[in-house]
Every structure is written in structure tokens, then in C-alpha cells.
């Protein structure tokens, strides 16, 4: 078993905490080393877990136009291959946070022809789950853990209006008011516990520079590649040229073409990420987190909770305590 020493005293490796508590177990050393220098566990699609299973829900307009029309007209054929390789976790919201994760790549569309305001989420199909419950849910959470720190990711937003989007905003004000973090230069663990901030609301729309509570968009390096091999040759050089300097994203998630998805058609994205997971926790283990060229923050996988992903993330702090000579 590895352990941290910090000023003399020997304590569990980092990826031996609670994972449910896992930055307020953090040792000291690290209570003012900015958040974007951690090394974050992240979920990707984090909201897949609910996707609406009743084959009258439509395809997201997002999908290829010839999958639409296959699905119009091939439903019971071509539907069961959605599900399989739309799933990215089967953990709720919830039971992520439990396991670790602290960063959640949120995905918002309006259904088309749904006179109501309710947003979901929405990966190949929509979810049953609103954007407003799963929200509320996150809030819950953050109640029972007061000095746990997430990052909520808004994207890739789909059939919102104008109005939509100043609706979200007022929803997501309502949720998690006086825990909401503005944006702010000393982003550490010490001074958001003493300010009683929990959230940080990315939103990739061009509103987001007109709101002090709005990060903007966080970059995300997705290399979409179906082989594990493939997709950490593109991270190594894209660490070649060095690292944003705030938040950014380096996803671990594999992305399936067409071809691949018929020449496996007993397959579904969890086999494919799970016999790959291996390799590509054995390329994390060898990265470190902090300021320097090369180094990485969030790292985002799919099916995080049914690995050592997140464990092995957080672990990768400890290379930026100061180990006695």
C-alpha cells in the first residue's frame, strides 16, 4: 500500500479515501493549490443513466439524417442499437457523486414539438429525467457534503431559445443560490469552504460573459477515436503544446463509428470501454496534474463508477505534494 507523508505524518494513499468526501479529506498541503491544477474526476454524458426507453421518444435532432429516417421507418430494428451505444453511465447522478465524481458533462435539449418549458438531457435520445430534477438531486447531494466542490458543464444545447436559456439560468440560480460560485481568482478549496460556495456553472453560450455566476465553456479534448491506443497518441500531442491555462477537460471517452457499431453488432459502448480501460488507466496513472506543459485537470470517462477511474485520478494529487528529501 502507498501512503502520502505530509509534514512527517504517514497517511492513506489519496485513492484509499471515502471517494464520497474525497476533497475534504484532502491533506492541507493542497487547500490552496487551485482547482483548475487538481486532477478532477469527470463523467462523461454524465446524465445517460435515464435516457426514455419508450420507443415513441425521437431520435435527438442532433443524429445523422439517415439513422432518423432508418429509425422512422425501422424502428423495432434500428432502436435497440441506439440504446446500446448511447448509455455512457448507468450510475444515477447521485451514486456518481458517491463514487467521486466532480465534474458533470451536462447536455440540454427542448424535445421538438413539446409545448411545455422542461429541458432534458439528451444523448441519441432524450431522457425521462428534467434538467430541473436532476439540478435539484445535485443540490441534495451538496447538502450532505458541504465541503465537496462541483463542476457542472452546460452544452452542446439543443432547440433552446432565448427564453429557454433565461429560464435555465433562473432555474439554476433557484437550486443552488448562495452555494453558486461567481467567477473568481482564488479558486482553492480553502477559500470557496470560507465563501460556503459548491458550484461552478460553465455554460457554453455567448450569454455566459454577461453573467458574473456563468464560467465560460470549459475546453474539452475529445479525440474521437474508437481504439484506446489511437486516442492516447492524440492526447500525447496535444500535451506537446501545453495545457489551457484554466479548467479544461481531457476525455477519455471512445467515440464509435457506424462501421465499427455494424462489424460488432453484439457489442454496446460499455463492452468497448471497459475492455479498453486497462490501457487507459494505465496511461492516467503515468500523468500529473498541475501548471506545467504537459500536465493535465479534469479527466472524464464513461462508465466511471464500474472502475478504478476515479481512484486512480484522484490519486495523481499526490504528485503535487512536496515529499520530504
Known amino acids: 500500500m502507498s501512503s502520502v507523508v505530509v509534514s512527517g505524518v504517514s497517511e492513506l494513499s489519496l485513492g484509499e479515501l471515502p471517494m464520497e468526501s474525497w476533497m475534504s479529506h484532502l491533506p492541507c498541503a493542497l487547500w490552496d493549490t487551485p482547482l483548475y491544477q487538481l486532477a478532477i474526476p469527470g463523467s462523461h454524458n454524465a446524465i445517460t443513466y435515464c435516457l426514455d426507453m419508450n420507443d415513441r421518444s425521437p431520435v435527438d435532432l442532433t443524429q445523422p439524417d439517415m439513422l432518423q429516417k432508418l429509425d422512422k421507418y425501422m424502428k423495432p430494428l434500428i432502436r435497440p442499437f441506439v440504446y446500446k451505444w448511447a448509455i455512457t453511465q448507468e450510475y444515477t447522478i447521485k451514486q456518481q457523486l458517491d463514487c467521486g465524481v466532480r465534474y458533470c458533462d451536462l447536455r440540454i435539449a427542448h424535445r421538438p414539438n413539446d409545448s411545455s418549458t422542461d429541458l432534458y438531457f439528451y444523448h441519441g435520445v432524450y431522457t425521462t ?29 439543443l432547440g433552446l431559445s432565448q427564453e429557454l436559456h433565461t429560464l435555465l439560468l433562473t432555474t439554476i440560480r433557484n437550486v443552488f443560490t448562495s452555494k453558486l460560485c461567481p467567477k473568481m481568482e482564488v479558486l482553492t478549496l480553502r477559500n470557496l469552504w470560507a465563501l460556503g460556495y459548491q458550484v461552478m456553472v460553465s455554460y457554453e453560450h455567448n450569454i455566459a460573459s454577461c453573467h458574473s455566476d456563468l464560467w465560460p465553456h470549459i475546453p474539452y479534448w475529445w479525440a474521437n477515436k474508437c481504439k484506446a491506443e489511437a486516442l492516447i497518441e492524440d492526447f500525447e500531442h496535444r500535451k506537446q503544446h501545453g495545457r489551457p491555462g484554466g479548467f479544461f477537460v481531457t476525455g477519455m471517452n471512445l467515440t464509435e463509428d457506424l462501421k465499427y457499431i455494424c462489424t460488432h453488432p453484439t457489442e454496446s459502448l460499455k463492452d468497448l470501454v471497459m475492455s479498453t480501460y486497462p490501457t487507459l488507466l494505465s496511461w492516467v496513472k503515468e500523468q500529473t496534474p498541475g501548471s506545467k506543459v504537459g500536465s493535465l485537470n479534469i479527466i472524464a470517462g464513461d462508465f466511471i463508477a464500474e472502475s478504478q477511474f476515479v481512484p486512480t485520478v484522484v490519486t495523481l494529487n499526490e504528485k503535487l505534494l512536496k515529499w520530504p528529501s
Not at 438531486?137 to 457534503?145: S, T, V
Open 129 to 157: 429525467l428534467t434538467v430541473e430534477t436532476v439540478l435539484m438531486e445535485i443540490r441534495e447531494w451538496l447538502d450532505a457534503h458541504p465541503k465537496e466542490v462541483v463542476i457542472l458543464s452546460f452544452s452542446h444545447f
